[in-house]
């Protein structure tokens, strides 16, 4: 199951972050982000690498293949917008033309037509592989994700989506944790424009983040299951907490938020794999006037 985060450079007030899509939570994602930037932290003696070599990704996972895109082998941004023809390419590593894949697709069980129809499609691909190692070197069937629009901020941070984020200080080499998916009592409403300017009004509830614990990078490392188990705790006494009083005074800085957001698709339409996998980190971030970078 997926489970979304963010990992970013900075503190909880001030970041600039990337996401995560599986396993955030810090028996996952928070041990990995730890091992990793100790990693760096023990060649380097600081982290000032770790933190550029990571803000030159756009998401968690390319700290893991060092930006190598696997379905065109360029060090690039995170692939996104992928076609499902891409998901096909390496189950006939024997054929050696495009007669011969139509046949084993006709094996396969596939009606005479249907065979034909997929074997002009998936050929290319097949035989990409089998050239190159990579089943879409020219980019054709997938996009590449840019640094700049993949940033998640506390402007833009949606903590709906985002159920733990892990941020390191290279200042003060401090590494924080913090938990999302907090329910509030606060909702607003979204003047929602679809890319054929149909207009649709959503109404969303709030939710929110905190910070759950901060621990000094040169000393031994947390013991993830309890943080993991703590994090789980404070996220179910706030929503309870919040839920019996709406003016709660953490609750607040909430309360001077819009109550209105638009959210326009027709500038976004480029970004779609973002905004699928981020419903709102696009979306927010486009809604914002003077910030209509896309
Ligand atoms: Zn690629």
Redesign the pocket.
């Known amino acids: 199951m997926s489970t979304r985060g963010f990992v970013g450079i900075g503190t909880p007030t001030q970041f600039d972050g990337r996401y995560n899509h599986w396993d955030s939570y810090p028996t996952g994602l928070g041990a990995k982000v730890w091992a990793t930037a100790q990693r760096f932290l023990s060649e380097d003696g600081d982290l000032d690498r770790f933190a550029r070599t990571f803000l030159g990704y756009t998401d968690w996972r390319q700290m893991e293949t060092g930006g190598l895109?696997?379905?065109?082998?360029?060090h690039?941004g995170q692939?996104h917008s992928i076609s499902g023809l891409l998901l096909i390419a390496d189950q006939y590593p024997h054929v050696s033309s495009l007669a011969a894949y139509r046949a084993a697709l006709q094996h396969q069980g596939f009606s005479a037509p249907d065979a034909r129809r997929r074997a002009r499609e998936e050929w290319p691909i097949v035989r990409n592989l089998q050239q190159t190692g990579y089943p879409?070197p020219q980019?054709q069937h997938?996009q590449?994700a840019t640094p700049d629009h993949s940033a998640i901020t506390p402007d833009t941070v949606d903590w709906l989506f985002m159920e733990w984020a892990y941020l390191i200080d290279p200042a003060s080499t401090t590494f924080y944790v913090m938990v999302g998916g907090i329910e509030t009592p606060l909702t607003y409403t979204v003047d929602l424009i679809r890319p054929n300017g149909y207009h649709e009004t959503l109404h969303k509830t709030r939710y929110m983040g905190a910070m759950l614990a901060f621990y000094a990078m040169r000393l031994p490392a947390p013991r993830w299951f309890h943080v993991e188990a703590a994090g789980d705790a404070l996220r179910d006494s706030l929503r309870k907490a919040f839920a019996a009083n709406d003016a709660h005074p953490l609750l607040a800085p909430l309360y001077t938020l819009p109550r209105v957001e638009v959210w326009d698709q027709r500038k976004i339409s480029t970004d779609r794999g973002l905004r699928d996998s981020k419903p709102r980190q696009a979306s927010s971030r486009e809604a914002r006037p003077g910030k209509e970078s896309l």
Not at 69 to 74: N, P, T, W
Request: aromatic share 8%; glycine share 8%.
């Open positions: 895109c696997a379905y065109c082998g360029q690039t692939p879409d980019s997938h590449h």
